[in-house]
């Protein structure tokens, strides 16, 4: 190809890719751009364009038209050829790693992936260059392409021959009893199943490298030390704000003290107080950059590799070192993997040990998010923090729960401080809902499954719960956050609701359940709350001044109407008292359904005397309809 030729062509993308053209010159461009790529020498056009031209438009036009023509014209390359253009696509790959832009870097890897896998059977030397660049510290290069020949691998295509595609399946036989089945338009079946028999053939090493990848950056810049475990219930360095029932967390106090039903945390306390802390130093930017390759890629194996054969508890504690380095890219992509592994639920019931350290690294992780605080936490780490959490409770909790050896009630208080510790609603949602995923579980056990006092043993939680839901909603203990609730109607549609329905909803949700759990002790709780706020209005109100909008006496019209607000929150709640009232209960609490008329009317006429224009009632008040 001339040098004529090779600037033309690079102009010509120039153009195409240039702001200055037009619509009808770019589809000019483009028709014959696509003549060219269809060319039988179009894969020299391109390796040529890649040696002489700088620009990242020849570059991924020539990357993309590469990319192509492996795919689809493969065979119409002599085996030669093959090998030559494959040894340019690995030296391609390392000139251009750290220097180009990033999509150019992994479209070139793909291309050079997708060449390798079609020789794989017949020359395993395209493998053995990767794990040998996998191996190495000093660049992201090889676990990238460990990541892009596992994505490859994972994806439909039929562009492999029938052959070909059984071929990779029987070399990943060996290793692999999981194998993903999905036809890939650019490999035929045989050719696809081929290759994925020898990526499956490979897990073992694979997953060793990328490992032993992450442990070397450990073992260069950790130091290990014992650190003393008090309970982790007890983690002294979150200070619940004054008033707030997460005080009661902080000496954990769902522990039950029956032999029978208590949890056997000796143990636990041991195991937590003889182990090696890991902590990383400072690392630099490249092995940060290292580790998030290594880690990105790891994650994406995790998705396929048996779970049972090659996740093993070393593995886990290498990962979970990683995600306890703070709120960072690298921490949540550690997590990113966590989530793997707890998503994969095939783990084995007789794996106790697998599952007691997982159980431990949660522990661990819910202590060390607690320690930064759930508000000061990435989001993008703390999302997936609580998908972890998620995960965990909903695939896992089961396993775990019915072992005297795992201190259940210091995850319980754990997990409770870290949901009602999140300010941003979004994320006080998706932590509530675990918190709802484990009320769930126990609803479960209270059937066939439920061994005996399954309730009584979480009766302290369960009530604690409801207090933290409860303080969580009301303005006299949360008027910080509340305040940011938007609860004005103006504007919404019919059928529209303003967040403020939607946070009172998610409370309500979670109440009806508990209730369900432990009807008669949760609605005391919030008769008893019902009752305290009405008395509380009432003398509130002696001291406000008339009309309400004058701010200039001992009570503001802003503050009568928070108070009015909470009178109005907790009456709404209060209707989930209803099952409590009625049928065998509604003459010996006959004297409680009258409490609750009495202040219900009451509390309205302050409303109206004080000429609040919103109204403090949440949803009609269905006790009213209470009937023996």
Not at 144 to 151: A, G, N, P
Not at 152 to 176: F, G, I, V
Not at 403 to 414: E, K, T
């Amino acid at each position: 190809m001339s040098e004529a030729f090779l600037c033309t062509l690079e102009n010509l993308l120039n153009e195409f890719y240039g702001s200055s053209s037009s619509n009808d010159r770019k589809q000019q461009i483009e028709r014959e751009l696509r003549n060219l790529s269809k060319d039988s020498k179009a894969w020299e056009y391109c390796v040529q364009l890649l040696q002489h031209s700088n620009s990242q438009y020849s570059q991924w036009w020539a990357l993309s038209t590469l990319e192509e023509y492996v795919c689809w014209k493969w065979t119409a390359i002599t085996e030669d050829n093959r090998n030559n253009l494959r040894r340019f696509m690995y030296e391609r790959c390392l000139v251009v790693s750290g220097i180009a832009p990033s999509y150019v870097v992994t479209k070139c890897i793909k291309v050079f992936i997708n060449i390798g896998i079609r020789q794989w059977h017949q020359d395993s030397y395209f493998f053995e260059q990767i794990m040998k660049l996998a191996s190495s510290t000093s660049n992201v290069i090889g676990t990238t392409m460990l990541l892009v020949l596992s994505e490859e691998l994972n994806r439909p295509r039929n562009d492999l021959t029938a052959s070909q595609y059984m071929n990779c399946k029987k070399l990943l036989h060996d290793k692999a009893t999981v194998i993903l089945n999905r036809p890939r338009n650019d490999l035929t079946a045989s050719q696809y199943m081929n290759c994925k028999k020898l990526l499956h053939d490979k897990a073992t090493v694979i997953l060793s490298t990328v490992t032993g990848l992450l442990e070397g950056l450990l073992s260069d810049k950790e130091k290990r030390h014992v650190t003393p475990h008090s309970s982790p219930g007890s983690n002294p360095s979150v200070s619940p704000r004054p008033g707030s029932p997460l005080a009661l967390c902080t000496t954990s106090p769902l522990h039950s003290t029956s032999g029978s039903e208590g949890v056997n945390n000796e143990m636990v306390a041991r195991l937590l107080s003889q182990t090696h802390t890991r902590t990383l130093v400072t690392l630099d930017d490249r092995a940060v950059s290292t580790a998030e390759a290594a880690l990105k890629c790891l994650a994406h194996l995790l998705s396929w590799v048996p779970m049972s054969e090659l996740v093993t508890p070393g593995l886990i504690s290498t990962v979970f070192v990683f995600a306890k380095q703070g709120s960072s890219e690298l921490a949540t992509q550690a997590m990113s993997c966590v989530n793997e592994i707890v998503s994969r639920n095939r783990v084995p019931n007789h794996l106790e040990e697998f599952i007691f350290h997982l159980f431990h690294q949660t522990l661990q992780l819910l202590a060390k998010a607690l320690e930064e605080g759930p508000a000061k936490l990435d989001k993008a780490y703390n999302k997936r923090f609580v998908e972890f959490l998620n995960l965990f409770v909903s695939g896992h909790l089961r396993r775990v729960e019915s072992n005297a050896s795992f201190p259940i009630m210091d995850f319980l208080s754990l997990l409770f401080k870290f949901t009602f510790n999140q300010t941003d609603l979004d994320l006080f949602y998706d932590s509530l809902d675990v918190c709802s995923s484990w009320v769930d579980f126990l609803i479960s056990l209270q059937g066939y499954m439920s061994p005996d006092g399954t309730v009584q043993r979480y009766g302290c939680a369960l009530q604690q719960l409801t207090e933290l839901l409860l303080w969580k909603a009301r303005f006299v203990t949360n008027a910080e956050e509340l305040v940011l609730v938007e609860h004005d109607t103006e504007g919404l549609s019919e059928g529209e609701h303003t967040e403020w329905d939607l946070f009172v909803g998610k409370t309500t949700q979670l109440l009806s359940k508990i209730i369900e759990l432990c009807p008669v002790a949760i609605s005391d709780v919030l008769i008893r709350m019902y009752t305290e706020h009405c008395e509380c209005l009432y003398q509130l109100q002696q001291h406000a001044v008339v009309p309400a909008n004058d701010v200039s006496g001992d009570v503001s019209r802003e503050k009568m109407l928070q108070m009015l607000r909470d009178v109005g929150t907790v009456t709404h709640l209060t209707q989930l008292v209803q099952p409590s009232l009625v049928g065998e209960y509604f003459e010996s609490r006959n004297n409680l359904t009258q409490g609750i008329l009495f202040h219900t009317m009451k509390s309205v006429e302050v409303a109206k005397r004080y000429h609040i224009s919103s109204p403090p009632m949440v949803g009609e008040l269905s006790i009213l309809s209470l009937s023996p």
